[in-house]
């Protein structure tokens, strides 16, 4: 992997920029959902 870095260093960093972007928006989705859930979880035990 390192290698792959150090010999194709733009291509690596804009996959990697791109993979970055996703994991952030998985981590806004699923913050957003998972307070959503605990927030309903309440009313649904009633």
Do not use: D, Q, W
């Not at 870095?5 to 291509?11: I, K, L, P, W």
């Not at 952030?24 to 959902?33: D, G, Q």
């Amino acid at each position: 992997m390192y290698h792959y870095f150090a010999f194709n260093r733009e291509s690596f960093l804009e996959h990697y920029h791109k993979r970055s972007n996703v994991e952030t928006a998985f981590s806004m989705i699923k913050a957003k959902f998972v307070g959503l859930r605990s927030g309903l979880r309440p009313l649904l035990l009633k």
